[in-house]
């Protein structure tokens, strides 16, 4: 597609009437100048304050945003302390010591957007530009499968060869694929805002959580950085989890890209953007929520310059007061971080990661190297197999889950959101998580790997409803005489 026509194309995307419904007096949910209020009338909160915000986050309310500033804003060293352990004891609370596990798979690098930070911007000219044919997704897949894992989330460039019709061709050659006993049962998928028509079709092709990075929350800063494009329309990306639940789509999942903008003012963006999905949708916020720091990006100046670039400390600053914040939402850290940042960050209130990672256009099938920049979109702090990671989360006392079963049994939505606000999800996530462990094991685990996970069966079996214990061991019998795909 010739320059003309892909400008034309990016004009058509926006389709404004989507948006202003959702709009108050043509304002949006964000208010830069009340977010940058709230943090300074809150900027020398009382220990006796920040404890009862703690107990309300053990409670697993939702903190308003005067509270979540006061959070951000402490001082004190021997108080972070106590912010660290109530979050790891709200993320053990509502989840239990189990980890879900994926992997990203990049379909396409073509894109329309000039992002500043992001190597697949369309001025890069030192990007290696593709995307995959269904015969090239089908060999990704395979050789994903071929590991062990379970889950996905596809990610596509902003791009009209990237289109829903393509989204919806790749998904449906992912899920068909299978090798061994092996076969991916949830696809998520990481990509461009799209109008309600064009979720309703990834809605009838299965997919599982649709994820969009608002990136940052700061109207001004969001222009600096995304001077051109599709992505340039603010509002457009703010309200795609709006279209995607109007579509039937409730797991919805969002995230910003920490380093462009204060930390502080970008985890207020996040919770107020669960505050609006919430008001809007019956309670039903984000169903997972993302904290990506800026990483080196190929021919990518603000990749490496930016005066916002968030310190490991702060980092886990960020984690810890989301988790409390939103206490019962799903959070995901990423291979961007190192392994050890990654040990932390779980331990911290993390749910969710990914392992074997690949981010190069079709990495994962072909002789690349482990990492080549000008073929993705950043660099990586941690290319471990998902064998290692899953045996060092054994050694920590974490369970890896490859449970699908909640969105295959319909406990999406208000349905898992009823569940998990009470702190009651692991009941069934952790008999879930055993059982798909124990599948990994047998099929793809190495010889030390299955030795420590089934030590790890055996200790988290004694924490199972007693009631349902003699069902997860019938089950396990069942996985070990060759039974496959069991849940609750």
């Not at 990007?127 to 060999?139: A, F, M, N, P």
């Not at 961007?336 to 190069?360: F, K, M, V």
């Not at 099938?365 to 290692?388: C, P």
């Not at 879930?432 to 190495?446: H, P, Q, V, W």
């Amino acid at each position: 597609m010739g320059g003309v026509a892909l400008n034309e194309w990016t004009r058509s995307v926006v389709k404004e009437d989507e948006i202003a419904r959702h709009l108050e007096s043509g304002k949006d949910f964000i208010d830069d100048a009340l977010v940058e209020r709230l943090l300074q009338d809150n900027s020398q909160p009382e220990p006796k304050q920040i404890r009862d915000i703690l107990d309300r986050s053990r409670a697993l309310q939702r903190l308003e945003p005067d509270e979540t500033a006061a959070l951000l804003n402490v001082k004190d060293q021997d108080l972070w302390q106590e912010i660290f352990s109530a979050a790891r004891e709200v993320r053990n609370h509502v989840y239990g010591p189990r980890i879900v596990t994926f992997a990203p798979l990049y379909c396409s690098n073509l894109c329309v957007n000039s992002c500043l930070y992001c190597a697949f911007r369309r001025e890069n000219s030192v990007e290696k530009r593709r995307t995959l044919t269904i015969e090239e997704v089908r060999k990704e897949t395979e050789a994903l499968v071929s590991v062990g894992h379970k889950r996905l989330i596809v990610v596509y460039g902003e791009h009209p060869a990237s289109d829903v019709d393509y989204m919806a061709e790749t998904i449906r050659t992912i899920y068909n694929t299978k090798v061994g006993n092996g076969e991916i049962r949830r696809v998520n998928i990481n990509g461009a805002p799209l109008e309600i028509a064009d979720y309703k079709i990834l809605k009838e092709i299965g997919i599982g959580t649709y994820q969009v990075f608002q990136e940052t929350y700061h109207h001004g800063m969001y222009k600096k950085v995304h001077p051109r494009g599709v992505k340039a329309h603010y509002q457009w990306r703010l309200y795609a989890q709006h279209r995607a639940q109007e579509a039937g789509i409730d797991d919805v999942a969002i995230g910003a890209l920490f380093g462009l903008y204060d930390w502080r003012f970008e985890v207020m963006g996040l919770l107020y953007h669960t505050i609006a999905l919430e008001k809007a949708f019956d309670g039903v916020g984000p169903h997972t929520i993302s904290f990506p720091r800026l990483e080196p990006a190929a021919n990518t100046p603000l990749s490496v310059n930016s005066p916002y670039k968030v310190t490991d400390g702060d980092f886990k600053k960020v984690i810890a007061v989301i988790r409390l914040s939103v206490p019962y939402t799903g959070m995901i850290v990423t291979a961007r971080e190192s392994a050890e940042i990654r040990r932390a960050a779980i331990n911290l209130g993390c749910t969710q990661t990914d392992a074997s990672t690949r981010i190069g256009i079709g990495a994962y099938s072909e002789s690349h190297g482990e990492q080549e920049a000008e073929r993705q979109q950043f660099l990586l702090g941690d290319t471990r197999s998902l064998d290692e990671l899953i045996r060092e989360l054994a050694e920590m006392g974490y369970i890896t889950s490859f449970c699908t079963a909640d969105y295959r049994c319909g406990r999406t939505g208000h349905s898992f959101m009823s569940i998990a606000k009470k702190g009651k999800i692991h009941n069934l996530c952790i008999p879930n998580a055993i059982l798909t462990f124990k599948e990994y094991l047998l099929d793809y685990g190495s010889e030390e790997t299955r030795r420590i996970g089934e030590k790890l069966i055996e200790q988290h079996l004694n924490t199972v409803a007693e009631t349902m214990r003699p069902s997860v061991r019938e089950r396990l019998q069942a996985i070990e005489h060759g039974a496959r795909d069991l849940m609750f």
